[in-house]
């Protein structure tokens, strides 16, 4: 939440070359001294770590070096600075020195800092992050203002303004491909004039999105410093996520997707070393279906009671695990957007903390079907009352008869009393062993004076089913009317079930805020949503067909056999109850 914001302004067109950075415009920006003073950069990425490169540690003892954070020059004063010792010191293992690969850090502050305008956190640039060519960024240090020709003592922390070079053009300018590989990232000036040099090193490279600053690299190599043709070669930080989380434990960086825009203008680079890509020409015979909502082409639910869910029967459940464990229900609603409860994030709203499962149908056990997605985004609608939480997805998941969006009632959809609904989730303590994924059958009922609200009959809603949706079928689409919340007992909540009040409710009547209330702050978040089905829609892979094809040849001879088992079951209880 406090990661890559700055109290000063700053244009992201402001055009530099070098110059003097205002006082707390790079709050991360550290400098590490040894027993001759400054050597390399760093950057602070939460209250007690810092990120830099491996070459800059050729030893791993940590005596003798402190870390300067909210440092301006390095002689003179500085206000607004404080100093640590370093615990330790974690180079890549992977990190050689012939080639700069894995050129990446990690030193352990003796003691926290605490956060102000001066000294503050970076944002690191997920595993999923996009940088194109040309992307713009900024690289901060107190090295060399050229080749061999250190930065004046009392001159300030200088800044200069970069572009992102794609990998295979990076190649092409050094020759030697086998030099840069995809745990790199090259930036500079095809020109030259502005640089990364020495000193520099282990520095952040960053780019603005939105109101936050992304570190995508940490300085690391270059031939010669702003020479033409030769952009400075940076680690790729984006490749390091799950290393750097791995020894930083507790209050984790906040990683955030960095998504360009437009097209990857380095997928037309191509010289001796670095072949072209090869073009592929589409098929013209197969058109792709548009993405529509709310069809489930293995879902016939027209009745029944509460029981387990198989696999496909509701595609855009969603599972929010924090920290890898479930926490709330979800559903999907667009190709990269899930919408949940907004009581689900009171402990935690960082997006690195949060993961997406959608396909998944038990907690427990295999779900060959689902799949993982980092989040991207949160957002929190802020009206009175219940609130919703929308998070947009890190990739756009690919859409199958497992992995489906449901449509949302924007307004313009009626639920009349005794309508028949469902809901489904994965409460604490249900759905057996494997934790299967739970459904329930109910209906709608009048609510009173209660005009932003749908009711329904009674529900028993568990700790870990709020956030999913309440479901009704109109026509062929399924519409997502409101999003489920668990609210305190009333007073016909059956006694026996008081000492479980904390985490389940009995009553007759739920309550729940129409998900149209939320419609404005939905339109302006997403955008746009997939169409309503139109017409049945079939599975949409090979295995599926063949799975529903099996289910059609052998219908009749299932329909004997449960017709069967249900007679034999229900003897048994009668005889039973003679008993």
Not at 40 to 61: D, E, M, R
């Amino acid at each position: 939440s406090v990661c890559g914001k700055t109290s000063v302004a700053r244009s992201n067109t402001r055009i530099v070359g070098g110059q003097n950075a205002t006082a707390g415009a790079w709050p991360w920006q550290v400098s590490i001294h040894g027993s001759e003073g400054h050597f390399c950069g760093g950057s602070l990425i939460n209250n007690q770590w810092i990120l830099s490169a491996a070459h800059c540690f050729p030893g791993t003892a940590p005596s003798g070096l402190t870390v300067y954070l909210g440092r301006q020059t390095q002689a003179g004063p500085n206000p607004n600075e404080v100093s640590r010792t370093v615990s330790s010191i974690i180079n890549h293992p992977a990190y050689k020195t012939s080639s700069h690969d894995n050129d990446i850090a990690l030193l352990q502050l003796a003691s926290p800092v605490n956060f102000t305008d001066f000294i503050s956190p970076v944002c690191l640039a997920s595993s999923n992050s996009v940088f194109f060519n040309k992307t713009s960024s900024w690289v901060t240090g107190w090295g060399a203002i050229r080749s061999n020709t250190p930065l004046p003592s009392s001159i300030p922390l200088q800044e200069v303004q970069v572009s992102v070079f794609g990998n295979r053009q990076c190649k092409c300018l050094y020759s030697v491909v086998s030099q840069i590989t995809d745990n790199m990232i090259c930036a500079g000036l095809l020109e030259g004039g502005k640089d990364s040099c020495q000193g520099d090193s282990g520095g952040p490279m960053v780019s603005k999105q939105g109101s936050v600053w992304i570190q995508s690299g940490v300085v690391s190599f270059g031939e010669g410093c702003a020479k033409s043709n030769f952009p400075g070669v940076y680690v790729r930080v984006s490749k390091y996520q799950d290393w750097i989380n791995g020894y930083i434990t507790t209050n984790k960086p906040g990683f955030i997707t960095f998504n360009s825009n437009g097209t990857d203008g380095d997928l037309s680079i191509s010289c001796a070393d670095v072949p072209a890509i090869p073009t592929t020409t589409a098929p013209t015979t197969t058109p792709v279906p548009p993405v529509v909502c709310g069809s489930a082409s293995l879902n016939t639910r027209v009745g029944g009671i509460s029981s387990l869910v198989s696999p496909g029967i509701w595609p855009w459940m969603a599972s929010l695990q924090f920290n890898g464990s479930h926490v709330c229900g979800g559903a999907l609603i667009a190709e990269r957007f899930v919408m949940s409860s907004a009581s689900c994030f009171t402990s935690s709203n960082n997006t690195s903390d949060w993961t997406v499962i959608l396909g998944r149908l038990n907690q427990n056990g295999s779900n060959p079907n689902e799949v993982s997605i980092k989040v991207a985004n949160l957002n929190i609608s802020k009206t009175t009352g219940d609130n919703v939480a929308v998070l947009q997805l890190a990739v756009a998941p690919n859409l199958t008869s497992f992995i489906q969006p449901i449509c949302v009632d924007m307004g313009e959809n009626t639920f009349s009393a005794n309508t028949q609904c469902w809901v489904a989730g994965w409460g604490s303590g249900a759905g057996g062993v494997n934790q299967t994924l739970q459904e329930f059958k109910t209906s709608i009922v009048d609510c009173v004076n209660a005009s932003n609200s749908i009711c329904t009959s009674s529900l028993n809603l568990q700790q870990g089913d709020q956030g999913g949706p309440l479901m009704c079928k109109q026509g062929l689409s399924w519409i997502h009317a409101a999003v489920l919340t668990l609210k305190p007992s009333s007073s016909n909540t059956s006694s026996s079930n008081s000492t479980a009040s904390s985490r389940s409710l009995r009553v007759d009547v739920q309550a729940f805020t129409k998900t149209s209330s939320f419609a404005s702050f939905l339109r302006d978040l997403v955008g746009s949503f997939p169409q309503k089905v139109t017409s049945p829609t079939a599975p949409t892979n090979s295995t599926n067909t063949t799975q529903a094809n099996g289910s059609q040849l052998s219908s009749s001879f299932s329909l004997t056999l449960s017709v069967l088992f249900l007679s034999h079951a229900a003897f048994q209880i009668f005889l039973q109850g003679i008993n």
